[in-house]
């Protein structure tokens, strides 16, 4: 009885470290310290941020910095019950949730890239270099919220609240799809101008020969890329995966159905 015992509680200490390996479970919520819930199906720690993708194959991610993160919950039509996992009580709030709205930015994004026809994954990119996503963010300029407007700009596009995430993110990307549009698609002209704004690249026919604003479009163009690679890698791999799950069951099959035929012959003679 004893010896049984002890396998019970090492059964029970395997399995208890054998569930906190798992990754994040589908379906998930990331709540954000600035009020932002972003929905992914998994995430991955890269150095000092966390990778959250958005669907299942993982061809779109967003990277968050891993501090601005408050917790995790189910995403909202998995939930079986209002029940949230407790969180330290000094994040403040009922129940030691902090009392703010949340607000999807994956569908933020998606609903003004759609509108205004622009890659979702160069919005996120834009956001991620002008504000780290960070909804309350205000830069030495002025320029304020998520994809950091100047006020002046920001009542030509008609956002009367720069932090207000979904005005300032249709604000923002109605700004980069003209901007878009003005120098012919060209994303790198457009990216200076949204950091330098359109009369600096005008006058130097290009990226201005700031610092600031090379290193800003270097920064969105490499974030981009790095997208882009990982949804081909993700593409690649779906075609290899139907490529080697098909072919050869139809080999084996046609194999099998031929022996069937051979057997049946002998069979009858």
């Given at each position: 009885m004893r010896f049984v015992a002890q396998i019970r509680i090492a059964l029970g200490m395997m399995l208890a470290f054998s569930l906190?390996?798992?990754p994040c479970t589908a379906g998930e919520v990331a709540v954000l310290k600035n009020g932002f819930s972003i929905k992914h199906e998994r995430r991955?720690?890269?150095g000092d941020v966390t990778r959250l993708y958005v669907n299942a194959d993982g061809s779109s991610f967003v990277d968050v910095p891993?501090?601005?993160?408050?917790?995790?919950e189910a995403a909202p039509e998995e939930r079986a019950s209002n029940y949230r996992p407790p969180v330290p009580s000094s994040l403040g709030g009922d129940h030691g949730f902090p009392v703010h709205p949340q607000t999807d930015l994956n569908t933020v994004v998606n609903e003004a890239s759609g509108r205004y026809r622009l890659d979702?994954?160069?919005v996120n990119?834009?956001?991620?270099?002008?504000s780290d996503f960070n909804v309350h963010a205000v830069s030495r300029?002025?320029?304020?919220g998520l994809m950091q407007l100047m006020p002046g700009t920001a009542s030509q596009l008609g956002v009367g609240n720069s932090f207000d995430a979904q005005a300032n993110v249709e604000g923002g990307t109605k700004y980069l799809r003209a901007l878009m549009e003005k120098y012919n698609f060209d994303m790198v002209r457009a990216l200076a101008a949204y950091n330098a704004g359109p009369q600096r690249v005008?006058?130097?026919?290009?990226?201005?020969?700031?610092?600031?604003?090379?290193a800003y479009v270097a920064r969105v163009v490499k974030d981009f890329n790095k997208k882009k690679i990982a949804e081909a890698a993700a593409a690649k791999g779906?075609?290899?995966?139907?490529?080697n799950n098909s072919s050869p069951r139809s080999t084996q099959t046609a194999s099998q159905n031929a022996n069937a035929k051979v057997n049946s012959v002998h069979g009858n003679e």
């Open positions: 906190g390996a798992l991955e720690v890269v891993t501090a601005e993160i408050e917790h995790y979702p994954d160069l990119s834009v956001i991620k270099a002008e300029k002025g320029a304020q005008e006058q130097f026919g290009g990226v201005p020969p700031y610092y600031e604003t090379k779906r075609a290899t995966k139907i490529a």
